[in-house]
C-alpha cells in the first residue's frame, strides 16, 4: 500500500489534490458528480470584501493546450461567502478547506482575511495577490517584492491561521517575491497564477475577450510552472502549493519532485468535471509504477 | 448531467456549412427542449457546446454550423467514431408556460432547439406555430421536417432567395398567439423581445463557456434576478427578467 496523504501548514491531507480557486465554485456544484470528500482539500472561489460581477463576457477563449480567462474576481462577497457559501459547501464537504482572498487595497484584504479567521471551516487562507483580470486587484500587490511583503505582514497581523500567499507568474524573478512574503511572515506560497494572454478574432478584428487581455492556465503553461515551482523551491523555506496546467497524476508527481507539498488542479476540472477524482484514483498505479511508497517523500526530489 | 461516450451514427450536411449528427448514448439525463450537450474534440482543449435538437430512443440529434475550426474538424466525423459528451446541461424551455398556441422563432443555428422543442409542445395537444429565419435559401434546413410534425411554418431569408424577405420579426403576428420562444443571433433576439409586446416568452442565449455546467462562472450575465450562469441557470432566461 502506497501513502498518498501529505502534512500541509498542520493539516494532514489524505492525499495532495486541492481544485483550485476559480475552477471549483464553492466546490458543492461538483457533488452532482461525486463525493468530494476524496479530495485532499478545496480552495474556494476567489473571495472580496464586496459582491463582484466581474468583467464583462466574453471572458472565456480557447487556446493551444489550455485556455484564457477573464472572469476578474466574480463572487458574492465575503460576508455571503460565509452565510450562504460555506454552510452549503460543509453539507457536502466534511475537510479543512483553503480561503482564497483577494483585495483592491491592504484594508480589503486584512477585511476579508479576519472574517475568514473566524470561519471554523477554513483551515488555511489563500491570499491572491496575483490576478491578471483586475486593475488594481491583487495583481499589483504581487508584482513588487516591498507590496507582496506589506499585504502578508498586514495579513498575518490579523489571523491565527496559516497564511499562503498566491503568486504570479507575471514577473521578472518570482523568487524574489517568494523570498518577500517568506520574510514577511508568510506560512507558504501558491503558484503559479495564470500567465497574461490574448486572443484576436479574425473575423471581427478585435480581442476575443472584452477585457482584451485573460489569464491562460491549462497544459499550456505547466512547464512553465513547473520551472518556477522548482526555482522557489531552492528560493524558500515555506512549503508550496505547485499549480498550473496540472492534469494528472504523473504531473502532480512531477510537481512534487520539483517541490510542491501540495498540488492543486485548475482548468481540467472545466473540461473533465470528474479530473480531481481521476487523478487521486491513478496515484497509487502512478506511485507504484516509478517506485514510489510516500509522496511526501518525494518533496523536491529532483533538486 | 451525465458524462458517457456517444457514437456517432451519422452526420450529414442538410443545408450550407450545415451538418446533422445523429449519435447513438445515454440520453436519459436530456429532460428538457432547450439543453445543450457540450462535446470534447480530439486535439481541442474546452469542450464544443451544441444545443440538443433532438434525443428520442437512444439516440441524440445535433445540428452544427462548420463555421471555425472545432466544428469543422467535427463535420469529418465519421460514423462509428467515439465522442467524450457532458449531456444534461442547462434549464431548458419551460414548456408549462406555453398555453394553447405557442409561437416558436428560430433563426440560423438557433432553430434546432425548437424542432425539439415543437415536437413535445404538438405532442401535448399544443398548436405551434413555427418562424425560421436564415439568410438564403440554401441555409434553410429542417422547414419540411416542422411541418411533418403539423406546425404552421414561416420562412424568411434576409436576401429573399426563399420565403418572406427580411427577418423573423418581419412575420411575427400581431396576435393569435399564447407564448413564445425563441433561439438566436443576439440582434434577433433583441429584434424579438421588441415585436412581441406584452406577450411573454422564453429566449435562449449563447455565450462562451469554460465549463458549461456552471463551475467557471465564465458565461454569467445580469438579470432582473441577480447573476446568472447562461449554461447552468440559461441558457434560457425569461423575458421578464431579461435586462435589455
Known sequence: MVNTSVELLGLTLSNPVIPASGTFGFGYEFADWYDINILGSISFKGTTKEPRFGNPTP????TASGMLNSVGLQNPGVHAVISEELPKLQKVYSKPVIANVSGFSIDEYVYCCELMDSAPQVGIIEVNISCPNVHNGGLSFG???????????????????PVIMKLSPNVTDICEIARACEDAGADGVSLINTLMGMRIDLKRRCPILKNTTGGLSGPAVFPVALRMVYQVYSAVNIPIIGMGGVSSAEDVIEMMLAGASAVQVGAANLVNPYACRDIIN?????MEKYGIDSLESIIGGAH | MLKSIFTVKDNSKIAK???EMKLRGDISHITAPGQFVNIQLDGFYLRRPISVCDAEEGVLTIIYKAVGRGTEYMSGLASGAKLDILSGLGNGYDMKKSGEAPLLIGGGAGVPPMYMLCKKLTAAGKKCRVILGFNTADEVFYADRFEAL????TVATADGSTGTKGFVTDCIPKGGYTHFYTCGPEPMLK????????ISGQFSFEERMGCGFGACVGCTCETKYGNKRICRDGP?????????
Do not use: D
Open chain 1, 143 to 161: 508584482t513588487l517584492p516591498a507590496s507582496a511583503a506589506e499585504v502578508t505582514r498586514a495579513v498575518k497581523a490579523v489571523t491565527k491561521k
Open chain 2, 150 to 153: 403539423g406546425a404552421e411554418v
Open chain 1, 59 to 62: 471572458r472565456i477563449a480557447e
Open chain 2, 17 to 19: 456549412n450545415t451538418f
Open chain 1, 282 to 286: 491513478a496515484l497509487p498505479a502512478a
Open chain 2, 236 to 244: 434560457v432566461l425569461t423575458k421578464e427578467e431579461i435586462v435589455w
Open chain 2, 191 to 198: 429584434a424579438v423581445y421588441s415585436a412581441t409586446g406584452e
